[in-house]
């Protein structure tokens, strides 16, 4: 098959803007709350803000299989979600005393203190914004920051999915020094690998974000202004993948 972006029938789609239809959970700088906690029901694929679909991904692949390809507001590196992954988008306020780490170390602060006290697991930062276990990283996040506002996105592998992760990524072009060439099946771990107890990872983690005051959640009211580009909320077709891609 050929597997050239503007002739492939793989389809990209930005994220959507309401939690119905939200696979990337961008739609929580719109919603009425300021978090969200899910695991997806079907697998998809998004890269982050900047990547390049033919850089990143196993396009052949994706195409047989008819996975949609979505794109979120902020940075970071592609990733598979579905069944297998827990998804944590938190809305905070964006505070001018405050540099990008903050918001970094507050949003991972939290979840390593619910790996530590519910599941006994001992999760290091690694990078720039993984959590890793013994070496091997269980959670990637990114952040975007309109004017006044921050969006952290976090998913968090709490099922193996290493099949996964072969036939639809390719090695990332841009990667932590603590990789170390190492493959996706090196690299990787999850949490029912770790904890084979009970596994209401969903239930747990959401308790534990709404539950707690150490994070500076915006409120709804502070997004009336927000101006979110156009491109970023329409169906790309076909015709403009070439361009969405950088080939154009």
Sequence with gaps: MDSSIEESNLKVYP?????????????VLVSLLPYRIWRPEKIIVVLGHSQRAEQELQIDALIEDSIPVY??????????????????ALRLSRQSEFEIQYYFDTCLGLIQKTLLHE???????????????????????SLYMPRGNVLFLASLMIYPC???????????SRVPDYRLGRSHADFTISLSEIWTKDQSFENTMAKSITDTESVPYSDFRLFE????????????????????????
Excluded: M
């Design 71 to 88: 794109k979120r507001f902020g940075g970071g590196g592609a990733v598979v979600l579905g069944p297998h992954s827990l998804c944590i």
């Design 225 to 248: 202004s927000i101006d979110i580009p156009k491109w970023q909320i329409r169906l790309l077709e076909n015709k403009d993948i070439l361009d969405w891609s950088g080939k154009g």
């Design 15 to 27: 994220p959507a803007l309401s939690h119905v239809n939200d696979p990337t959970g961008d739609a």
């Design 119 to 141: 599941y006994g697991v001992e999760a290091e930062r690694k990078g720039i914004s993984d959590l890793a276990v013994a070496g091997k990283k269980i959670l990637g996040c």
């Design 162 to 172: 290493l099949d996964l992760l072969n036939r639809y990524l390719k090695f990332p």
